[in-house]
């Protein structure tokens, strides 16, 4: 199933970027979420490739019952994005989300793009459930969460580059 996620923020290319990659605001993420993220590791590289890795637990009544009893209890989920070097003009890269035990993931491409003194986020990707049958409905839940989950982290985005 597909997914897309747009998002304008009222800051420079340079802040917006700063921000995704900075520990403290990944942290913010994942309370945006309802839970604390019990890694971060943010690898800087000297070609100017930045990964963004947010490692949580999470609540398996965070997904809608009929599907609990694929997953467990808890959950833990990795959240990464790979950022190519910062250009005058955008930031572009990849994301993936893995849920440890679940029968699929959410990956696509992500990219940050100036807009005058204002950023666009454009986040398009796939999500796959490999599960007989219930696939499509897990997939459709899934693509829900990731859309609720970009909505909330880029709500306290807003807020993050207003400090």
Do not use: C
């Amino acid at each position: 199933m597909k997914i897309t996620h747009r998002h304008d923020f009222e800051a420079t290319l340079t802040d917006v970027s700063s921000m995704l990659t900075d520990p403290a605001f990944a942290r913010e993420r994942a309370a945006a979420l309802g839970t604390e993220a019990q890694e971060v590791d943010i690898d800087a590289r000297e070609d100017g490739t930045e990964t963004v890795v947010l490692r949580a637990r999470v609540p398996a009544t965070s997904i809608p019952a009929e599907f609990r009893s694929f997953l467990g209890r808890d959950l833990t989920v990795t959240y990464t994005e790979v950022w190519e070097p910062l250009t005058d003009a955008d930031r572009v890269g990849t994301f993936a989300v893995e849920i440890a035990g679940a029968p699929g993931h959410v990956s696509g491409a992500i990219g940050i793009t100036a807009r005058g003194a204002a950023t666009e986020l454009l986040a398009t990707g796939d999500v796959i459930a490999n599960v007989p049958l219930v696939g499509p409905m897990i997939e459709r839940a899934v693509a829900g969460a990731v859309e609720r989950a970009f909505t909330d982290q880029l709500s306290v985005a807003d807020s993050w580059l207003t400090r």
